[in-house]
């Protein structure tokens, strides 16, 4: 996972290559909306999204294949991970992979990769040129669809939690509405005291056995806290989106996914690099503040309502 999580990270020093049969890379290789064709060798690693790997070479770092599939002919060979997010893995005698291999199907989920603008894809390979490709308008579309894939993970952790606990959420959801103050200054003073919990523990004998159970269980409550919030946001919404579903799961999931929505929205408007850029770096700045409250709203009625169990 961490060698994947590197590889994302990596997409922001785009360039892209048609790696030739005599031809030898000695840098990392990044496409995106493309189908990559590598015959020859690469010697870092390779990142693929929204398009397919077609490798007949040898690539001697990681791989990661985002929206696409990995094709892997004959011969070929990957010295490091290959890890394919949203396509198949489709692989012929002879291949050689020295790393993990991981495959995550996304389901309907991989949909939403074909919203990446596609710079057409690089012909067969009998009718390829000679001379290099080179990717140039790829790199701004990467924010946005790692916070798509950020925001479509905390909501359906919000998704999931909500459907387990409704009559908790609710009850959270009540203190937030009721006493809103309260529970933001309860939030505030339990994001304070967290450090000093935590040196109080490092310096303690006993302390230090309890550090990584103190660590999980307010990461815990930081995810817990952010249902009651959404939900909060939702049943606003709901009161001018009379369509919507009433229901707690859904009014959460929506109250946390929007957040996310706005903010690809607002990501997408610097992407032409006009003067609309200046509104794409406030309105990051007014979704971040809100999500900040989510959590701070949210840990207070944790905290007030005790853990859900107490009502109002």
Same mark, same amino acid.
């Given at each position: 996972?961490?060698? !994947?999580?590197?590889?994302?990270?990596?997409? !922001?020093?785009? *360039?892209a290559f048609y790696v030739r049969k005599d031809e030898k890379i000695e840098e990392d290789i990044n496409v995106i909306g493309e189908t990559l064709i590598i015959e020859g060798e690469v010697k870092g690693d $390779? #990142? $693929?999204i929204n398009g397919d790997l077609e490798l007949y070479g040898r690539i001697d770092g990681n791989v990661a294949v985002i929206g696409g599939n990995a094709n892997l002919y004959s011969g070929s060979y990957i010295r490091g991970s290959l890890a394919v997010v949203g396509g198949k893995i489709n692989r012929e005698k002879d291949v050689e992979i020295e790393g993990e291999i991981s495959q995550i199907y996304l389901g309907p989920l991989n949909i939403f990769f074909k919203l990446i603008p596609h710079k057409g894809k690089v012909p067969a390979k009998t009718e390829i040129k000679e001379e290099k490709i080179k990717i140039k308008e790829g790199k701004k579309y990467i924010m946005p669809i790692l916070i798509f894939i950020w925001g479509t993970s905390l909501s359906l952790i919000i998704l999931l939690i909500s459907l387990i606990f409704p009559q908790g959420i609710e009850n959270m959801e009540m203190f937030i509405e009721k006493r809103m103050g309260m529970c933001f200054l309860t939030g505030f003073l339990v994001e304070i005291l967290f450090f000093p #919990?935590?040196?109080?523990?490092?310096? =303690?004998?006993i302390g230090i056995l309890l550090i990584p159970l103190f660590i999980i269980a307010f990461v815990l409550a930081l995810l817990i806290s952010l249902a009651p919030s959404s939900l909060f946001i939702g049943k606003l919404i709901k009161? *001018?989106?009379? !369509?919507?579903? =009433?229901?707690?799961? !859904?009014l959460s999931f929506t109250g946390c996914i929007i957040l996310f929505i706005i903010l690809i929205l607002g990501n997408l408007l610097k992407t032409g690099n006009t003067i609309l850029g200046v509104f794409s770096f406030v309105i990051t700045l007014i979704i971040l503040f809100i999500l900040y409250l989510y959590f701070t709203f949210g840990l207070g009625s944790i905290i007030l309502s005790r853990l859900g169990t107490r009502k109002l």
């Amino acid at each position: 996972m961490k060698k !994947f999580l590197i590889l994302i990270i990596g997409v !922001f020093l785009l *360039n892209a290559f048609y790696v030739r049969k005599d031809e030898k890379i000695e840098e990392d290789i990044n496409v995106i909306g493309e189908t990559l064709i590598i015959e020859g060798e690469v010697k870092g690693d $390779v #990142a $693929v999204i929204n398009g397919d790997l077609e490798l007949y070479g040898r690539i001697d770092g990681n791989v990661a294949v985002i929206g696409g599939n990995a094709n892997l002919y004959s011969g070929s060979y990957i010295r490091g991970s290959l890890a394919v997010v949203g396509g198949k893995i489709n692989r012929e005698k002879d291949v050689e992979i020295e790393g993990e291999i991981s495959q995550i199907y996304l389901g309907p989920l991989n949909i939403f990769f074909k919203l990446i603008p596609h710079k057409g894809k690089v012909p067969a390979k009998t009718e390829i040129k000679e001379e290099k490709i080179k990717i140039k308008e790829g790199k701004k579309y990467i924010m946005p669809i790692l916070i798509f894939i950020w925001g479509t993970s905390l909501s359906l952790i919000i998704l999931l939690i909500s459907l387990i606990f409704p009559q908790g959420i609710e009850n959270m959801e009540m203190f937030i509405e009721k006493r809103m103050g309260m529970c933001f200054l309860t939030g505030f003073l339990v994001e304070i005291l967290f450090f000093p #919990a935590l040196i109080f523990l490092i310096i =303690s004998i006993i302390g230090i056995l309890l550090i990584p159970l103190f660590i999980i269980a307010f990461v815990l409550a930081l995810l817990i806290s952010l249902a009651p919030s959404s939900l909060f946001i939702g049943k606003l919404i709901k009161k *001018n989106a009379h !369509f919507l579903p =009433s229901q707690t799961y !859904f009014l959460s999931f929506t109250g946390c996914i929007i957040l996310f929505i706005i903010l690809i929205l607002g990501n997408l408007l610097k992407t032409g690099n006009t003067i609309l850029g200046v509104f794409s770096f406030v309105i990051t700045l007014i979704i971040l503040f809100i999500l900040y409250l989510y959590f701070t709203f949210g840990l207070g009625s944790i905290i007030l309502s005790r853990l859900g169990t107490r009502k109002l």
